[in-house]
């Protein structure tokens, strides 16, 4: 709704896509408007590859201070590829004219629940690199 406080960057991108594609598929330009609000995800979580993998990434730096921690930055990184790839996925069904509505919903809500869960992750792994650092950890 208008004028509802709204999270900023990338989490206010899958805020906006979720209500995007919960509007009735019947709506004018429901398809435009779905493939408007996916254009900022992508970028935005093209960003947040490039910031987390980069050469002067965060997972870079958390594993120069965590070596621990490879094996879930190794996770993260390859979630990566699969949520490209389910960005893509809903991408190519909003394009196409005739594609089913129902499959738009279904691959845009799984699309959401992968981001939301590699959130969780990328959080779970920040708090427990830091945390332990900060001497959580007996």
């Given at each position: 709704?208008?004028?509802?406080?709204?999270?900023?960057g990338?989490?206010?991108d899958?805020?906006?896509?979720?209500?995007?594609?919960?509007?009735?598929?019947?709506?004018?330009?429901?398809?435009?408007?779905?493939?408007?609000?996916?254009?900022?995800?992508?970028?935005?979580?093209?960003?947040?590859?490039?910031?987390?993998?980069?050469?002067?990434?965060?997972?870079?730096?958390?594993?120069?201070?965590?070596?621990?921690?490879?094996?879930?930055?190794?996770?993260?990184?390859?979630?990566h590829?699969?949520?490209?790839?389910?960005?893509?996925?809903?991408q190519?069904?909003?394009?196409?004219?005739?594609?089913?509505?129902?499959?738009?919903?279904?691959?845009?809500?799984?699309?959401?629940?992968?981001?939301?869960?590699?959130r969780?992750?990328?959080?779970?792994?920040?708090?427990?690199?830091?945390?332990?650092?900060?001497?959580?950890?007996?």
């Amino acid at each position: 709704m208008p004028g509802e406080p709204r999270p900023a960057g990338l989490a206010g991108d899958l805020h906006a896509l979720g209500r995007a594609v919960a509007v009735t598929p019947t709506e004018p330009r429901w398809r435009e408007d779905v493939l408007s609000r996916l254009r900022p995800v992508r970028q935005g979580f093209a960003e947040h590859v490039r910031l987390t993998e980069g050469p002067t990434g965060l997972y870079r730096e958390l594993l120069t201070q965590s070596p621990r921690l490879d094996h879930r930055v190794r996770l993260l990184t390859r979630e990566h590829a699969a949520i490209v790839a389910a960005i893509l996925a809903v991408q190519r069904i909003a394009e196409l004219p005739d594609g089913h509505p129902d499959e738009l919903r279904h691959r845009a809500a799984h699309l959401l629940r992968r981001l939301a869960r590699h959130r969780r992750r990328g959080a779970d792994l920040l708090w427990e690199a830091y945390q332990t650092d900060l001497g959580g950890e007996t």
